[in-house]
């Protein structure tokens, strides 16, 4: 069998590879501005080593009345190879101290640039290290790097993001095939025995076979219905994409409206309340919340009762309260509802999905559920989402408008 240490040494070779490529160019950088400042100092000592700012000065010689007169003179001469010779020689000892200065610094840029770059790649090592250990069974692991806030840092953070959108995408995928599973166990066993009791009967007649498929027609129309509820608590458990504002008032009307008739034949009374109450979020998944709360205050009623549906702003916050009238619940089993498939009794046909819709797609948007049993019976449901800040102002100046 390979041995699987590709990987391993893969990353780490190409890791060395940009720290060699850093540390050549950063080498290089240097060694080229070093030797402009190095040849252009040369230059400028070389154009003032001249006779008249140069030896004469230093030997304190008397200028002579005309150079070309007395040119040949033999002091002159002397004096004149001497001035050469030195400056030829200071020259010569200035380039070799020139170039040996270069290739020393140039020699300790290189080593100071390994480290640096060294240093600088540093996160790189732990965001591959994280990388290559995170697998689908340990999304919850983060890289979590520490220091100023820079591009790799930027880069840790946009993976820790990114590991947490799979982690919640993965988590909602889990959590559906594990509740379908478990729930569609009872169905598929009541289809499975009316299709045995059916072919098990020869005498079976007509009737029995029309009867046998109306049953196994309804459990199928229940099983859909149970998929697409937990289709919906899925999605609502991943992470919200594109928020834009939603005025949660304007959602409540319309699904005021849309489930009247329902509460109509429940002798369910629905009173509203709706002030303006603009929340970011994704328009579907709020307005399947709405739906969902304000049918189960219909489904869990009781005839003759009442239903409210209020919204509003408090603070930074857009609030949105349900409640119903009903039987006496227990405050803690109320504070449980939220769980799927927590249902307090049969009556009313649901699934026990409808409250955990809620609170997934309330969390998924930043916000929170509250549930609270009055004495007298029935539900109280209570969303607080992150408001619009653009559209707090103006609801503020309303509101004071209203009460003036």
């Known amino acids: 069998m390979p041995r699987l240490t590709g990987p391993r040494r893969l990353i780490p070779g190409s890791a060395r590879t940009i720290r060699f490529r850093l540390t050549l160019a950063y080498g290089l950088v240097f060694l080229l501005t070093g030797a402009a400042l190095l040849t252009s100092g040369y230059f400028l000592v070389r154009h003032n080593l001249d006779e008249r700012l140069g030896l004469r000065r230093a030997l304190r010689l008397p200028p002579f009345p005309d150079e070309n007169q007395y040119g040949d003179h033999f002091l002159y001469r002397y004096f ?9 020689s200071e020259l010569h000892r200035l380039l070799v101290e020139y170039i040996a200065a270069l290739v020393l610094m140039t020699g300790i840029s290189v080593v100071v640039g390994w ?8 996160p790189l090592g732990k965001i591959t290290t994280t990388a290559r250990r995170v697998s689908g069974v340990n999304l919850g692991e983060r890289i979590a790097l520490e220091g100023p806030t ?13 590991l947490a959108r799979l982690d919640n995408a ?13 729930e569609l166990r009872t169905p598929l066993a009541i289809m499975r025995t009316e299709v045995d009791v059916a072919l098990a009967d020869p005498d079976a007649s007509v009737d029995d076979l029309r ?9 199928i129309d229940r099983s859909e219905a149970l998929i697409a509820a937990l289709l919906m608590l899925a999605r609502s458990e991943s992470v919200v994409g594109r928020a834009e504002p939603v005025d949660l008032a304007a959602l409540a009307a319309d699904c005021v409206t849309d489930l009247h008739s329902r509460a109509d034949s429940a002798e369910i009374e629905i009173r509203t309340d709706l002030q303006p109450a603009v929340a970011l979020g994704e328009p579907r998944l709020l307005e399947r919340m709405l739906a969902n709360l304000i049918d189960n205050g219909i489904r869990y009623n009781e005839p003759g009762g009442r239903l409210t549906v209020a919204t509003a702003i408090a603070g930074e916050r857009a609030q949105l309260t349900v409640s119903n009238t009903g039987a006496v619940i227990d ?6 509802l939220t769980e799927p498939f927590r249902r307090l009794s ?17 969390e998924a948007h930043g916000g929170a559920v509250e549930l609270s049993a009055p004495p007298d019976g029935g539900l109280v449901v209570r969303v607080i989402l992150p408001a619009d800040t653009a559209a707090v102002a103006p609801a503020r100046r309303q509101r004071s408008l209203t009460k003036s």
């Not at 820079?150 to 990114?162: G, H, I, S």
């Not at 405050?331 to 449980?336: G, H, I, R, W, Y």
């Open 211 to 219: 009867a046998m498929g109306e049953a196994v027609r309804e459990t």
């Open 331 to 336: 405050p803690e089993q109320a504070q449980a």
């Open 115 to 122: 480290l640096l770059a060294g240093r600088a790649l540093k």
């Open 170 to 182: 993965f988590g909602s995928q889990r959590h559906f095939v594990a509740n379908a599973s478990h």
């Open 346 to 362: 049969r009556v009313g046909g649901g699934f026990g999905l409808g409250l955990s819709i809620v609170r997934s797609v309330a």
């Open 150 to 162: 820079d591009e790799l840092k930027e880069l840790a953070d946009t993976f820790d993001l990114m």
């Open 80 to 88: 004149e190879e001497v001035r050469q010779q030195l400056a030829r």
